[in-house]
């Protein structure tokens, strides 16, 4: 026992050095070891360009024509600011949840990285993290999302290398500027404009504490998914920052209480057929990867409160259409249930089958598009109607016919013959019977003989509108249309003369601005004005063009009918039932045969506008009576009444050219003194003789030749210089009571051919006859059924097989033809 127990010093003397010497080393091996993994966590962090950190991507914002933001394009939406524009509350808030020792620390936060390794080792898993700030934007910006302790280390060695190279300041700032705050806002900038509608410098403690707190969790935390939650979130950041030291009780109590006012959700995304034309033009122009990336400022022509007024103006419109008690058509308010069920079962979203509409208003002086309305819901459906969709003008065609007719040397006094017409020359709704008669707008329409060529295009008559076709030519017509800027095909049929040729809203509207324009015309509509970049360097600009498709004396002529067709005629109702607002504008409603498409198109001196109503699937019936003037009209009075607050609305002078005639309203020719007819005093019941005149419009070179045949007389040509007065000359009418007037009627020889009864280009004389003739008589008068307007259509008629005293026109049976 006792040489044990000497032997004992010895033995631990042996085994000390040796034990500190395996120490020593554990240590040299580990810490090589240590020292090798270091090496190559530096080397990868060193092959990371640190310039990354300033390069961001930015939204490119979509401004209107006064520089509102409408939109923003991107990928990112992003708009970095200088750390001087951020709040103080702001940077506290995020430090005081993210990192409050990050002052304290040189990019790593020790004390943090061991109290999340005790949590990770109890949970056997990485739950939480002890990334810094610096750790977060080195994350962030090179996209380290993988939860590992390999991507730990790096961000450390990251860290360490970001706070070697920029100041605390410069960190922050880059910071604020890249994280995620949810619902697509990236950057503190973006996320106040987007939550709270106001710019990050004018953020409040409540504000900046709810900001903070969606940096944990971006989408679960948002104020649009989770508003309880988000709250919660909130006054945890300002319990933190209570505790930091960086705000006081008062402060703290203030916050917590106050109400979360975060503004309701907009998608600035194109979200709308404006902003989607808008981003579509841009990566035209310049490329996607430029577009969605670069920060531009993308200034455009739209007006925004000129749209908003488009969009809610359609949709009211169209839902009160829909609200009728017979409509048979699905209606909008069906959809969200269809498509719900489609969602559910996983099937492709259903084809929205609902009415829809379009609108398009345009700058007439260079085309920029102040309007764009492609539908009712950009979401449901892409399908810009504005711009893409081919459908039948209708009788809003009318005016590109007549404009045809004044180029070829006929003026708006011109005898045209408003009679029945055999459908067989036009085959619309029919081969057989009469063309119907569903331009006036109304159910009582009827036939009124011989009538000036204002007042057929004012009044939309159909057959008066075919005849003067005829006399000009199809050919005539399509390149008239063809200058005006419709380039969609027209069939080389008299039908096109009505409107059946299917063409675009933009083109009728670009069309139109010739007629305000002194017969010049924009190129093409256009978007967008300018593109800067980020410094505010120009990338782009467009330069309008206008091109001249009519001379200006024909502008002038359409243009003072489609103001009588406002104050008189098809639109009357849009100063007597819509509230029109009395400014100089003009326009013309359109109708499509069977009412399958309604149209108005209309302008002042500055914008022209136009509207579209219809289904996407074509030749649907929109309702029986769905006449234009109750469906598009109102419409474009409320889009023109709040435009005339934006824009100017001067009258549009009359050209030099054009001279301001007195013509006898029975022959069509300059008038005599002897033009007076009889007629009876609807006060005394006497008769009396009235001067059967008023004033036209003529080109100079277009004056007729000689004076009225009917009455006779020496010749009086009653000539005027238009200078003066905007609106001074009388709208083309009768200056007496055409109804009791003893009237010219028709006699014409048997025609034999093509068109036997001659209901095309008969041959006449004049004929005096004792009483005021109606061709209606050869026809039945349409007359309303169940309260429905009616529309006459293609119908078999019998001329002889009517008992009719003295006939406007007497056309024997013609003659059999004998072949050998």
Avoid at 314 to 338: F, G, I, N, T
Wanted: proline share 6%; glycine share 8%; net charge neutral.
């Amino acid at each position: 026992m006792a040489f044990s127990s000497r032997n004992r010093p010895r033995r631990r003397r042996v085994w000390l050095p040796l034990l500190l010497g395996l120490l020593i080393a554990g240590l040299l091996v580990g810490g090589a070891v240590a020292w090798r993994i270091a090496r190559d966590y530096r080397e990868r962090a060193e092959r990371f360009d640190l310039s990354q950190l300033r390069q961001m991507e930015s939204a490119s914002q979509i401004l209107d024509r006064r520089k509102n933001v409408l939109g923003r394009i991107y990928i990112q939406n992003r708009e970095p600011i200088p750390l001087d524009r951020v709040p103080q509350v702001m940077i506290q808030a995020v430090i005081a949840a993210e990192d409050n020792r990050f002052y304290r620390h040189r990019g790593i936060d020790y004390v943090g990285i061991a109290r999340a390794a005790l949590k990770n080792y109890r949970a056997g898993r990485i739950r939480q993290g002890a990334g810094t700030l610096t750790m977060q934007l080195a994350r962030n910006t090179f996209d380290l999302r993988d939860r590992s302790y390999d991507r730990k280390l790096l961000e450390v060695f990251l860290a360490r290398r970001i706070e070697a190279n920029f100041s605390k300041a410069e960190i922050l700032e880059l910071y604020l500027n890249r994280v995620y705050y949810g619902s697509g806002f990236f950057g503190v900038e973006a996320a106040a404009r987007g939550y709270f509608g106001k710019p990050a410098a004018n953020l409040n403690l409540s504000e900046s504490a709810t900001l903070a707190g969606l940096l944990k969790s971006p989408n679960n935390f948002s104020p649009w998914s989770d508003r309880k939650a988000c709250i919660e979130q909130r006054d945890y950041v300002l319990k933190r920052m209570l505790e930091e030291g960086m705000i006081d009780a008062a402060q703290y109590e203030a916050a917590v209480a106050s109400e979360l006012a975060v503004k309701n959700r907009v998608a600035l995304n194109a979200q709308s057929y404006a902003l989607d034309q808008v981003r579509q033009q841009v990566i035209s122009q310049l490329g996607f990867e430029n577009a969605d990336i670069q920060g531009l400022r993308i200034h455009t022509t739209l007006d925004s409160g000129l749209q908003q007024v488009a969009e809610v103006a359609l949709e009211e419109r169209l839902v009160k259409m829909e609200a009728r008690p017979d409509w048979e058509h699905p209606r909008r308010s069906q959809y969200a249930a269809l498509l719900q069920t489609a969602t559910k079962t996983g099937q492709k979203p259903p084809v929205p089958e609902y009415l829809q509409g379009a609108v398009l208003a345009v700058d007439n002086a260079t085309g920029g598009i102040l309007a764009l309305v492609g539908g009712r819901d950009f979401e449901e459906s892409q399908y810009n109607r504005a711009l893409s969709a081919r459908r039948p003008a209708g009788t809003a065609f009318l005016p590109i016919v007549y404009a045809a007719a004044f180029e070829s040397g006929l003026y708006p006094g011109t005898l045209v013959q408003d009679t029945p017409i055999d459908n067989r020359q036009v085959m619309i709704g029919g081969t057989t019977g009469v063309l119907g008669e569903w331009g006036p707008e109304r159910a009582d329409n009827r036939f009124e003989g011989p009538i000036p060529a204002r007042q057929a295009l004012v009044k939309s008559k159909n057959a008066a509108t075919v005849r003067l076709g005829n006399q000009v030519g199809l050919e005539k017509v399509i390149a008239t249309a063809k200058q005006l800027g419709i380039s969609s095909p027209l069939r080389p049929f008299p039908a096109t003369f009505l409107g059946s040729s299917e063409v675009t809203l933009e083109e009728m509207v670009v069309a139109f601005t010739a007629f305000p324009g002194g017969g010049q015309r924009p190129a093409a509509p256009y978007l967008i004005q300018r593109i800067e970049d980020g410094s505010g360097k120009l990338v782009y600009a467009h330069k309008p063009e206008r091109v001249a498709s009519l001379r200006e004396t024909t502008a002038f002529e359409i243009h003072s009918c489609l103001a009588e067709s406002l104050e008189s005629g098809t639109a009357d109702r849009a100063f007597t039932q819509y509230g029109l607002r009395r400014l100089p504008l003009e326009g013309k409603t359109g109708t499509a045969y069977n009412f399958t498409d309604a149209w108005f198109v209309g302008y002042s001196r500055s914008i022209t506008c136009g509207v579209w109503i219809g289904f996407d699937k074509p030749r649907t019936t929109i309702h029986r009576g769905a006449f234009s003037n109750e469906t598009a009209l109102p419409v474009w009075v409320r889009i023109m009444n709040a435009a005339a607050d934006w824009f100017l609305t001067p009258e549009i002078p009359r050209p030099e050219g054009l001279q301001r005639i007195e013509v006898c309203l029975t022959s069509g020719l300059p008038a005599t003194e002897r033009c007076f007819e009889e007629t009876v005093d609807p006060g005394s019941g006497a008769k009396i003789q009235r001067r059967s005149t008023y004033f036209e419009f003529a080109d100079r070179e277009h004056v007729p030749a000689g004076t009225c045949d009917i009455h006779g007389g020496t010749g009086v040509l009653v000539a005027a210089n238009t200078a003066g007065g905007e609106r001074e000359w009388p709208r083309a009418q009768a200056a007496f009571d055409a109804s009791s007037t003893q009237v010219v009627g028709l006699k014409g020889p048997t025609v034999i051919g093509e068109d036997p009864y001659g209901t095309v280009t008969p041959q006449s004389f004049a004929e005096s006859t004792a009483q005021m003739q109606s061709a209606l008589g050869m026809v039945p008068v349409a007359q309303p059924a169940n309260g429905e307007p009616e529309v006459r259509r293609a119908e078999p008629v019998r001329p002889f097989d009517q008992p009719i005293e003295n006939p406007a026109m007497r056309l024997p049976p013609p003659q059999p033809m004998e072949f050998w």
